[in-house]
T-cell receptor, first 115, second 115 residues
Framework: NAGVMQNPRHLVRRRGQEARLRCSPM?????VYWYRQLPEEGLKFMVY????????ESGMPKERFSAEFPKEGPSILRIQQVVRGDSAAYFC?????????????FGPGTRLTVL | GESVGLHLPTLSVQEGDNSIINCAYS??????FIWYKQESGKGPQFIID?????DKRQGQRVTVLLNKTVKHLSLQIAATQPGDSAVYFC??????????????FGKGTLLTVNP
């Protein structure tokens, strides 16, 4: 049973370019979460999605950031016109739909570097 | 705002000793807590969880203690091994207002195990 998969593992972008991060949840999981981690910091919640629905995007900057989880395919976190402050590790987590208490399983992360 | 924090940012122990990592939380509505282990360059790995109706839970070599009176959480690792070296995060889930999916992470404690 494969875990949460993220790609790419490392991404380098120049200021102004777009970054596209992909996350495939564990098999049977229909809930996806994105978190951002700055160096020597804990993870900060960004967005929670279910298939074709954004449930909560309160932790995501309103401009330049967007997320989707289509019916088919991975979840995508998209950052337009990246700036140096976007450099961070972005983690995706998933959980099954039946949990009452929310055990989330994390992927290996995508480390974004903006030059 | 509500936050989860740690008393000790770093902890160094000798191989074979027991380790104790502490965490303070401020949201009295939190009803579910998780400890994660994060090795360098990897995503957080679930270690153990505890619900607020319990004060102790044991796993393999790990024990989590919850003291709701003082809003304190600890992770005990028995017979610490070099492979336990990592950053340890506590995370809380408030479960309130329908947002029981949102994990709030502390900053992390770096555990170093000396051979």
């Amino acid at each position: 049973n494969a875990g949460v998969m993220q790609n790419p593992r490392h991404l380098v972008r120049r200021r102004g370019q777009e970054a596209r991060l992909r996350c495939s949840p564990m098999k049977g999981h229909s809930h996806v979460y994105w978190y951002r981690q700055l160096p020597e910091e804990g993870l900060k919640f960004m967005v929670y999605l279910q298939k074709e629905n954004i449930i909560d995007e309160s932790g995501m900057p309103k401009e330049r950031f967007s997320a989707e989880f289509p019916k088919e395919g991975p979840s995508i976190l998209r950052i337009q016109q990246v700036v140096r402050g976007d450099s961070a590790a972005y983690f995706c987590a998933s959980s099954p739909p039946w949990t009452v208490y929310n055990e989330q399983f994390f992927g290996p992360g995508t480390r974004l570097t903006v030059l | 705002g509500e936050s989860v924090g740690l008393h000790l940012p770093t902890l160094s122990v000798q191989e074979g000793d027991n380790s104790i990592i502490n965490c303070a939380y401020s949201n009295s509505a939190s009803d579910y807590f998780i400890w994660y282990k994060q090795e360098s360059g990897k995503g957080p790995q679930f270690i153990i969880d505890i619900r607020s109706n319990m004060d102790k839970r044991q796993g393999q070599r790990v024990t989590v203690l919850l003291n709701k009176t003082v809003k304190h959480l600890s992770l005990q690792i028995a017979a610490t091994q070099p492979g336990d070296s990592a950053v340890y995060f506590c995370a809380e889930n408030s479960g309130s207002g329908g947002s029981n999916y949102k994990l709030t992470f502390g900053k992390g404690t770096l555990l170093t195990v000396n051979p």
